[in-house]
């Protein structure tokens, strides 16, 4: 019985099967994404989606779709679907479906007539590689299959249309064609393990939608090529290995490289596995650097989601290497005591005021998991941060007389609430923020206590002082007695800005903390009651007039509710370990509660993993990206602390 099961009641529903979406990625970066039902709802969405160095290293969707047709006693049965203008779906492949199965690579089993074949998916580790494996479990006799490939050869935020410039014409390779619509492109090899015909009917199939593009208010309809069919014949026992790939192959290694990239996955078999699977589809490595990509389908590697993600998604599954890996790429990109938040190579942006603060919270958590060398490797560079930060640096980020951290750049949202609507800050909270300077606290306690470590009287002189004139400024300015909670901002216009949000919630979780026990249990009293759910916490309490409770509409529309009630899994990890250090033993139930609440959605939106963004009201659906790293990384990290302090709980 698979752990993630769905029936063929449900797969047949396409309001419900259209819902839930697979994604699956290699360290290449590449990734392979689709619904349930193989029905693309996303410009997103494709079998083979890579990245393209020659066209500045962001993603092409090369292949989007396959249709199988099984041609049986002169009736055909296509297997594939998609969606036309008014609701119309064609073909209509899903009611073939008898079975969906996610344990160790995505299979889909069809009934077509007298015939039960199954369709198993899978992208080759390191390459740009798709192979699907056709295995006949049963027929009564000899039948064709008919295989037609969709082409876009387009960015995976763009869409394409009907035009003269495609180059439609193909070649012969072993045992199939090559293709390649424009240039710059490489050419996609799509080969099979058997030898097959290949009918060059070229065509374009016009005004394919995509649901969740006109969702979220983008151009939803594009034209997609097929350059012909590919023709075999099959019998029952028979397996048949397709490739798509940037390079040519030999068709005879496709069925044992099919076999040897299944052996040794880990199954999704269970909650704690599906994480962990999940956290593993982050990672990319390519050009020399391993990165972390923030979410999927359409996020890149972001400085400040790599270093919250990256101790759950390295640390707790005790993979110090690709910690070490993945901290040492961003160091190389440092400049002026910043890492680069979002970007490319060529334009990296270093406007996160966090991201350098976070840096020195993963160096604790992974000294805190046996990295000896982690203030010997990474001290150099968290000393660039913390001088930066001292005397200034870019977006007038700058300590003030008071010792606390004052960042204030016109049009700029610098801290994790960073959504810009017509170049205006949803929530701007320019100036003093709660969570930057006890992250800032934290940076330099921590690095003082090993400047003392190595007895480098140096460091300890010009920073020894700083440690309590934080804490004292930072209790004078945030700290409000009579709410018993943490003010959520403070500048110089406005004065404190007493909204309730997690961003309080950091300044208990941290190793090194300016509130006592007292403090922290009163702001964790406030988050539980009004910010807590069962999906993570709210950005903003529902009782504030600015609240948003569902995340729906255009681009403006969602930026606009994006940090105004919005809820975000990845806030389950300072609010879980702010709840254990307060509460200890007696706090691990409700930690427990929250932390496995969340097996619920492995069945949902992105399968077997965690999405972005959950709505603020009840039933909290899932929104945003299908699966994030800070979503995933945080709750393994949770799972890890009370597997390995909490144990007996």
Not at 113 to 125: N, Y
Not at 394 to 401: G, P, Q, V
Not at 447 to 458: F, G, R, Y
Not at 549 to 576: A, I, M
Request: charged content about 25%; aromatic content about 12%.
């Amino acid at each position: 019985m698979s752990y993630i099961k769905f029936e063929k009641s449900q797969v047949v529903n396409l309001e419900y099967s259209l819902g839930r979406e697979i994604i699956r990625t290699n360290r290449a970066g590449s990734y392979s994404s689709t619904t349930l039902v193989a029905c693309n709802t996303r410009k997103y969405h494709g079998l083979l989606v890579c990245p393209v160095d020659e066209l500045g290293g962001e993603r092409f969707v090369l292949l989007s779709s396959l249709d199988l047709t099984v041609v049986n006693k002169d009736k055909s049965f296509n297997t594939g679907i998609r969606k036309y203008k008014g609701d119309y779906f064609s073909p209509k492949g899903h009611k073939y479906m008898e079975d969906f199965n996610t344990d160790t690579i995505p299979s889909r089993i069809y009934r077509v007539g007298g015939v039960i074949l199954k369709m198993e998916r899978l992208l080759v580790h390191y390459e740009e590689q798709y192979l699907m494996r056709i295995s006949i479990l049963e027929a009564s006799e000899p039948m064709k299959l008919q295989l037609r490939p969709f082409l876009a050869f387009r960015n995976i935020h763009q869409l394409t249309h009907a035009n003269l410039t495609a180059n439609t014409k193909v070649e012969p390779v072993e045992n199939g064609i090559k293709s390649k619509l424009y240039e710059g492109f490489p050419s996609l090899n799509m080969q099979f393990s058997t030898k097959v015909e290949f009918v060059h009917v070229p065509d374009w199939y016009l005004g394919v939608e995509y649901i969740e593009e006109q969702k979220r208010g983008y151009d939803f309809s594009e034209d997609l090529f097929t350059p012909g069919f590919f023709e075999f014949k099959a019998k029952e026992g028979d397996i048949i290995v397709f490739s798509a790939s940037t390079k040519e192959e030999k068709t005879s290694g496709f069925k044992p490289k099919f076999t040897k990239n299944v052996t040794g996955k880990t199954p999704r078999d269970s909650y704690i596995n599906c994480l962990r699977n999940a956290a593993q589809q982050f990672v990319e490595k390519r050009g020399g650097k391993t990165l972390i990509i923030a979410g999927y389908p359409w996020f890149g590697a972001w400085g400040r989601d790599t270093f919250i993600s990256i101790p759950g998604l390295a640390l707790a599954r005790h993979k110090l290497v690709l910690f070490r890996d993945v901290m040492d790429t961003q160091v190389e990109k440092m400049k002026d005591g910043l890492f680069p938040n979002m970007g490319n190579e060529s334009n990296p942006a270093f406007n996160s005021v966090d991201a350098p603060l976070w840096f020195f919270w993963a160096v604790q958590q992974y000294i805190e998991q046996g990295g000896t060398d982690g203030w010997e490797r990474y001290g150099s560079a968290a000393k660039s941060v913390l001088n930066a930060f001292k005397n200034g640096t870019a977006f007038n980020i700058h300590m003030r007389e008071n010792g606390l951290i004052y960042a204030d750049a016109p049009g700029k949202s610098l801290t994790w609430m960073d959504a810009v609507v017509n170049g205006i800050p949803v929530t701007p909270r320019r100036g003093y923020d709660v969570e930057i300077n006890a992250l800032w606290y934290n940076a330099v306690c921590f690095s003082l206590e090993m400047a003392k470590i190595e007895k480098d009287k140096k460091f300890i002189t010009e920073y020894e002082y700083l440690a309590e004139l934080i804490k004292k400024s930072f209790l004078d300015l945030f700290w409000d007695e009579k709410f018993g909670c943490l003010a959520d901002y403070v500048n110089d216009e406005e004065g404190k800005n007493t909204f309730i949000r997690p961003n309080m919630v950091i300044a208990v979780s941290l190793p090194f903390s300016m509130l006592d026990k007292e403090q922290m249990k009163k702001v964790l009293d406030i988050a539980d009651k009004y910010l807590v759910t069962t999906r993570g916490l709210r950005t903003l309490s529902p009782g504030n007039k600015m609240y948003q409770g569902t995340y729906k509409g255009n681009q403006e529309e969602r930026d606009s509710t994006y940090h105004q009630g919005t809820v975000w899994p990845w806030l389950y990890g300072p609010f879980c370990e702010g709840w254990l250090k307060v509460y200890g033993q007696q706090g691990v139930n409700k930690v427990k509660k929250l932390i496995y609440g969340l097996e619920a959605v492995m069945s949902e939106h992105g399968v077997s993993t965690i999405s972005e963004i959950y709505d603020g009201d009840p039933p909290h659906f899932p929104e945003g990206a299908i699966s994030q790293a800070w979503s995933v990384g945080e709750v393994l990290r949770i799972i890890d602390l009370l597997e390995t302090k909490y144990k007996n709980q």
